[in-house]
């Protein structure tokens, strides 16, 4: 296999969207960069795709740049959960509004009835 075909398997949005899950899951992220880092690493084998000496010392160092990497995905994650959240406040508190505001709204969108004597 090689390194552009491994690499397309690895789409940063599904590793953005996975951690989403993994906070909304409540794993901290120490957890979740180290569970997603041991997954990848066991996934690639650097030495079977780069020539050697190359493909040894990119097995060695691949753990780390893993958890480099995921910890930028992570910090994503947090920004998206984090408007998710300030979207869902702004839609209850929009929702609590109109609610509030129900019987005056009903009341001036009725058409008013004009009785004769």
Do not use: C
């Not at 552009?4 to 590793?15: A, N, Q, R, T």
């Not at 010392?57 to 408007?83: F, H, M, S």
């Amino acid at each position: 296999m090689k390194l552009k075909e491994i690499l397309k398997m690895f789409d940063v949005g599904d590793i953005i969207e996975l951690f989403t899950e993994l906070a909304r899951d409540g794993y901290s992220k120490s957890e979740a960069i180290e569970l997603l880092a041991k997954m990848l690493d066991k996934a690639i084998d650097w030495s079977l795709i780069v020539k050697e000496p190359f493909g040894s010392v990119l097995e060695l160092l691949d753990g780390p740049g893993y958890k480099a990497l995921l910890n930028l995905a992570w910090k994503l994650a947090e920004r998206r959960k984090e408007q998710e959240e300030r979207r869902s406040a702004r839609s209850k508190k929009a929702v609590d509004r109109l609610y509030e505001h129900a019987d005056d709204i009903a009341r001036d969108s009725l058409p008013r009835v004009v009785r004769s004597g």
